[in-house]
């Protein structure tokens, strides 16, 4: 007779503290977009935290030795946090000064063929050396007409900012 063995939760199997609802309590060296801030104790399932979370070293272990820790130098953790967000707005502030220009095949009524979306507006802001991420970009849809858009983008939960996109027909086109 063959004997089965019971699956352990990860979190009891590598004794990780759990929370008062089951999940496992972190302190989070990083922030956290839609999670929390550097230095504050969450509590997220054991497969966040073990696969995601404490790998990409956006959190650790919340042990009471680190909570001590958190609150001796939490000063200075607001005084580093203080100076990235600072970071971050000027950036926005210089991405903002953008106006960047995007062909695309359109009509002669300026209807594009296709769309101009995140991709798009990220290569050409690449061209003039800003480097954002599709996912950082707002936009509310695809862009299906030729013109002058304000597209938002975000660089953190508190840092947001507007670029001006031109949408203009393909030089050298059926235009």
């Known amino acids: 007779m063959q004997t089965t063995k019971k699956r352990k939760n ?3 199997a590598n004794r990780l503290p759990t929370g008062p609802h089951g999940g496992i309590e972190l302190l989070l060296i ?4 839609d999670l929390g801030h550097q230095g504050d104790v969450v509590e997220v399932k054991p497969g966040y935290a073990l696969n995601y979370l ?3 070293g956006l959190a650790t272990v919340a042990t009471d030795h680190h909570k001590r820790m958190v609150d001796k130098h939490r000063a200075k ?3 580093i946090e203080k100076a990235h967000q600072s970071d971050l707005r000027k ?3 210089e991405i903002a000064k953008q106006s960047i220009t995007i062909e695309a095949n359109a009509t002669e009524d300026g209807h594009l063929y296709g769309s101009v979306g995140a991709a798009e507006i990220v290569a050409a802001l690449k061209k003039n050396d800003v480097a954002l991420h599709a996912d950082q970009i707002r936009l509310d849809g695809v862009l299906k007409e030729l013109g002058l858009y304000t597209v938002k983008f975000r660089l953190a939960s508190e840092v947001e900012g507007e670029l ?3 949408v203009v027909p393909t030089v050298g086109g059926d235009n």
């Open 10 to 12: 990860p979190a009891v």
């Open 30 to 33: 990083h922030n956290v977009e």
């Open 54 to 56: 404490i790998p990409h």
């Open 77 to 79: 953790l607001q005084a």
């Open 91 to 93: 950036k926005a502030a």
């Open 164 to 166: 001006k996109v031109w």
